[in-house]
């Protein structure tokens, strides 16, 4: 990528998981939804102490970056996700939720609010990041609603997603054109993200069964409080996980920063101009990687971030640039959210009158990249609701019935319904 003065980083957990330690440690009808809603955007709110609703929303963000990353991590890898879109796409999903449901996706989210009354939360959090933005600093948040044209959406969870987050809500024809609503939805997250993010849904993911799908992407881009000068950057060797050594192009500087060490990490914080966002880098010690990546939490995070002093530091860091996709559904069933991505037991009533919606996946795609200027990155989330493809039987009209042995087929009892309000 040719970005003079910007590098990646959206939901890093050194930005965004990492960002709700920092803040704390520094003080419903039948919907014909309104197709004429236009697009909006989170409005900035006057600078302010963050609430008890908002503090809370954000260690629970943390908490939830650290569970998830131990779970990815696995894979092997390069691995960058937004913790925070992710949260945010099923916050959008929770808004919908009932019942059992509801308190798997607010147990693995740490969601401590009643659905309806976290999507305001979270638009005020995020308009808390974007205060005060500057120079060169920008992050952008930009989120959706698609549903199945002439299925009952309720009106009630359309406004919330609207009038709370500024969502835009659009029908489109999944069942008549998947492919031509998968374009639709992936240009709109191209465009939100300015070209970075160009096949959040993979070909196949849109059919026939698909009746509603929420979407959010975000964008982050930030110059180094103290940049690195690119004159002294020199290809360097860099020993991965398997032994094996690799060239890489190091960034190298002597600066003051916060800066901790343990007998397991040693840690430094790099801002970005404005300081109100930072970097930190984890860097556990020869041999113990696999060991600090299995037992990332919160409490060790926190302690070392307290134990953070500025020093001159000598820190010699690659420049690097990559893209990371998935499919969530395992990762969140594995952290306790099942019911919501099984038929009959998903409750989402609170988007739809009928119990017939369940999560088929999330699909979550990031890019980021980090050189001598700063840090760019981009995530974009969708979490996508389908239906089942089956017949319907409503017993509105006079029906028979039998009660039979299934072993002998023998018809114990038989009988008719002509008016079920007669006794």
Known sequence: MHRIG?????????????????????????????????????????????????????????????????????????????????SFALAMV??????????????????????????????????????????????????????????????????????????????????????????????????????????????????????LLVADAITFRAAWQTRFNADYTHNATFTPLDGEQVTAPMM???????????????AVELPYEGERFSMVILLPARGEFEDSADSLAVDWVTEILENLSMQWVQIYMPRFEFRSSFELADALAGLGMTDAFILGQADFTGMAPTRELFLDDLYHQTVVSVDENGTYAAAATAAEMVGPDVPIVRLDRPFIFLIRDTETGTILFIGQVVDPSKG
Request: hydrophobic share 40%; net charge negative; no cysteine.
């Open 94 to 211: 929770y808004a919908g939720s009932h019942s059992a449901t509801e308190e798997q996706i607010a147990g693995v989210l740490h969601f401590e609010l009643a659905p309806f009354d976290l999507p305001a939360v979270f638009g005020g959090l995020h308009s808390r990041f974007r205060e005060g933005a500057t120079g060169s600093f920008r992050l952008r948040l930009a989120n959706s609603l698609w549903w199945q044209e002439g299925f009952e959406v309720r009106q009630l969870f359309s406004d919330t997603l609207r009038q709370t987050l500024g969502a835009t809500v659009q029908p489109l024809d999944f069942s008549g054109s998947p492919e031509n609503a998968r374009d639709t939805i992936n240009g709109w997250a191209s465009r939100e993200t300015g070209g970075e993010i160009k096949g959040l849904l993979p070909s196949g993911t849109i059919t026939p069964l698909t009746r």
């Open 252 to 266: 190298n500087q002597i600066a003051q920063f916060a800066y901790a060490e343990s007998d397991g990490a040693q």
């Open 6 to 86: 910007w590098i990646s980083l959206i939901g890093l957990i050194g930005l965004l998981a990492i960002v709700g330690i920092l803040a704390l440690r520094r003080g419903a009808g039948p919907s014909a939804i309104d197709n004429a809603s236009q697009p909006g955007r989170i409005a900035t709110a006057p600078s302010r102490e963050l609430s008890a609703e908002e503090r809370a929303l954000a260690s629970g963000n943390t908490q939830f970056a650290f569970d998830l990353y131990r779970i990815l991590h696995q894979q092997g890898g390069n691995l960058f996700f937004s913790p925070y879109g992710i």
